[in-house]
């Protein structure tokens, strides 16, 4: 089976900014380690026409209106589109409205946690594709700000102790967190090197 997962929020804010997308890894490797053959990336039309499934992950709100138009055009050529992202779950109506496809509201246990490339038993240093970038050691924070959107997304507090090591942790409040799980994450990355990790903080 041919699958496409499409990185939308690809393109930041400035020209040569890439925004990485945890989601779109984890669900391409999810379908390599079912033998599928996967593109994921940036949205290329020419190169993903042929492919049988299409997967959006959207993480930024004004992503949507290009995401629509793509998830549109895929439906025309007759094929399966699923939807996800932050972006998805805050503007879930909306999507759904001018897709007629019901995007997935939070997280999708399917992906959650699939493994990166090199835990595999057969793992060559020579694969590539399925390395993360980022990592979640919790999800979930305990406070209601109004401003904030993570409890639509995230909305209970896990703690994992199987998490990947990555450049970048992505906890939305990671000192909100049990002391036992603070230490199990320093104890892990105490010889990682540096690692970027500037989400919310409890002080």
């Keep these: 089976m041919k699958i496409a997962v499409i990185n939308s929020s690809y393109m930041g804010m400035k020209p040569a900014d890439r925004i990485y997308n945890l989601g779109v890894d984890k669900i391409a490797q999810y379908h390599r380690l079912r033998g599928d053959d ?21 993480v930024f709100t004004w992503d949507i209106p290009h995401m629509i138009r793509q998830a549109r055009l895929v439906r025309t050529w007759g094929k399966e589109v699923e939807i996800g992202g932050p972006a998805a779950t ?7 409205t001018h897709t007629g496809i019901e995007p997935h509201y939070g997280l ?10 090199s835990w595999l038993k057969d793992y060559r240093p020579n694969m590539t594709g399925g390395d993360y970038q980022l990592t979640f050691t919790s999800r979930g924070c305990p ?11 995230e909305p209970v507090a896990l703690e994992y102790d199987d998490f ?13 967190t049990s002391w036992k799980h603070q230490e199990l994450v320093v104890n892990k990355f105490v010889n990682y090197g540096e690692i970027d990790i500037n989400s919310g903080f409890d002080v």
Excluded at 143 to 149: A, E, I, L, S, V
Excluded at 164 to 176: H, S
């Design 143 to 153: 406070h209601k700000c109004q401003f904030c959107g993570v409890r639509k997304v």
């Design 108 to 117: 999708d246990e399917r992906f959650e946690h699939i493994p990166p490339l």
């Design 38 to 58: 996967v593109y994921s990336g940036p949205w290329v039309p020419m190169f993903v026409q042929e492919c049988d499934k299409f997967y959006f992950s959207v």
């Design 90 to 96: 805050f503007m879930h109506k909306y999507i759904h």
């Design 164 to 176: 990947p090591l990555a450049p970048i942790i992505g906890d939305n409040n990671i000192l909100a």
